[in-house]
């Protein structure tokens, strides 16, 4: 956090300056001024709006009232603008409208900003006890640590991941609850994880999970059996997060997370890899689980697993079809990065999604979520003929 910019604001015709902190690499505002309880909702979103910061010295709980104000102000368009705004004609159109609203969104809202002691408490009256949900993150502060600034939807979102890692994520296919980190993606989304807890092991020696996350996939493999199993990530708060979860599991000894990108060192009889679903661009930390910009990460895996694959293995790719849906990816590109991997396929299973989204049909995205598939594919070295 020492390198972190630092923003300056004018509070009792005095110039004031803090450091500030984002996780998600947000700029600091250029524009900072002091905001309390007699500042109304409708003020403060034309000046966050405006790109103002308002960094607030009245009641931490208000400050939270004020946060929600200002989203419903955001959600609730006026009638104006909808006869203005233009119809998306495609659903990639619709898909990008989507991101570019929910990025403003963001914007608009991370404009009101919490002031923090260097010990993480909070100035301010009724503020709770953050402290271990901002070490958790922040890390440990240390003796030369220093007041800063940071915007009250991230501490919101540091407590709430604080929450979820304290209690945990029921896994009806492990029957045992994962604790996700903070920035690594929680596996809500069991059904693929059904898909693997059900798919035939090509053998039970080695696997290499690729992308572990929390750790859940190798977590299924070692309870179906699989003796060894070696998990990689590139993000230092999944390999944590990994770790931690397999040895809450008791799985530590079976398991072993490496930092690597994609691959390790040598040949397993089984890989598995459950890329980011979508070809976009990653906004934010959490969103790199979610968008893989040009498919990078998939097609580094389907151009490299033949070489990592023992005599007979299976390669297994979990993937939606939604890009396919939003006009993102087509089912001909997939296929022809197989091919090229010198990969054939030997299987395939299938599986609708269960989350509130397939069914919401006030979701611009409907039409594509409600067609999608989750698909276990089974992926062999392919025999030259």
């Known amino acids: 956090?020492?390198?972190?910019?630092?923003?300056?604001?004018?509070?009792?015709?005095?110039?004031?300056?803090?450091?500030w902190h984002s996780e998600s690499g947000s700029p600091a505002p250029k524009r900072v001024q002091i905001a309390d309880d007699r500042m109304t909702a409708e003020s403060a979103y034309r000046l966050a709006c405006e790109g103002t910061g308002l960094l607030w010295r009245g009641d931490f709980q208000n400050a939270r009232q004020l946060l929600q104000a200002l989203a419903r102000r955001i959600d609730k368009k006026p009638a104006k603008s909808r006869k203005t705004d233009k119809t998306p004609v495609t659903l990639t159109e619709a898909f990008h409208l989507h991101r570019q609203a929910q990025s403003q969104r963001a914007r608009v809202l991370a404009m009101l900003l919490i002031p923090f002691n260097a010990d993480y408490s909070i100035p301010l009256r009724r503020a709770p006890d953050v402290g271990l949900a901002c070490t958790e993150v922040y890390g440990?502060?240390?003796e030369n640590s220093t007041a800063f600034v940071a915007s009250l939807r991230e501490l919101l979102g540091l407590v709430g991941a604080h929450e979820w890692r304290r209690n945990g994520v029921e896994i009806p296919a492990l029957g045992q609850r994962i604790h996700p980190y903070y920035g690594v993606f929680s596996p809500v989304r069991g059904e693929y994880l059904d898909l693997l807890a059900k798919a035939p092991l090509p053998g039970q020696q080695l696997a290499f999970d690729i992308g572990t996350g929390t750790g859940v996939i190798s977590a299924i493999l070692a309870q179906r059996g699989v003796q060894r199993i070696i998990a990689t990530d590139q993000d230092e708060r999944a390999l944590s997060c990994a770790r931690d979860n397999l040895q809450r599991l008791g799985m530590a000894g079976q398991v072993e997370v490496?930092?690597?990108?994609l691959f390790p060192p040598g040949r397993a009889a089984l890989i598995v890899c459950n890329p980011p679903?979508?070809?976009?661009?990653p906004n934010s930390p959490i969103e790199h689980a979610i968008y893989d910009q040009?498919?990078?990460?998939?097609?580094?895996?389907?151009?490299?697993?033949?070489?990592?694959?023992?005599?007979?293995?299976?390669?297994?790719?979990?993937?939606?079809?939604?890009?396919?849906?939003?006009?993102?990816?087509?089912?001909?590109?997939?296929?022809?990065?197989?091919?090229?991997?010198?990969?054939?396929?030997?299987?395939?299973?299938?599986?609708?999604?269960?989350?509130?989204?397939?069914?919401?049909?006030?979701?611009?995205?409907?039409?594509?979520?409600?067609?999608?598939?989750?698909?276990?594919?089974?992926?062999?070295?392919?025999?030259?003929?």
Not at 1 to 19: G, L, Y
Not at 277 to 281: E, F
């Open 140 to 142: 440990a502060t240390a």
């Open 294 to 385: 040009d498919s990078s990460m998939l097609r580094g895996f389907l151009s490299g697993v033949a070489a990592h694959l023992e005599p007979g293995g299976e390669a297994w790719l979990i993937m939606s079809d939604l890009a396919e849906h939003l006009g993102l990816r087509s089912s001909a590109e997939l296929w022809s990065w197989i091919e090229a991997g010198g990969l054939e396929v030997i299987g395939k299973m299938d599986i609708k999604p269960r989350h509130g989204k397939a069914t919401d049909v006030s979701d611009p995205l409907h039409a594509a979520r409600s067609a999608e598939i989750t698909s276990l594919w089974r992926l062999k070295i392919k025999v030259a003929k």
């Open 1 to 19: 956090m020492s390198e972190s910019p630092v923003i300056s604001w004018t509070e009792n015709d005095q110039t004031h300056s803090a450091r």
């Open 258 to 261: 490496i930092k690597a990108n």
């Open 277 to 281: 679903w979508l070809p976009a661009r």
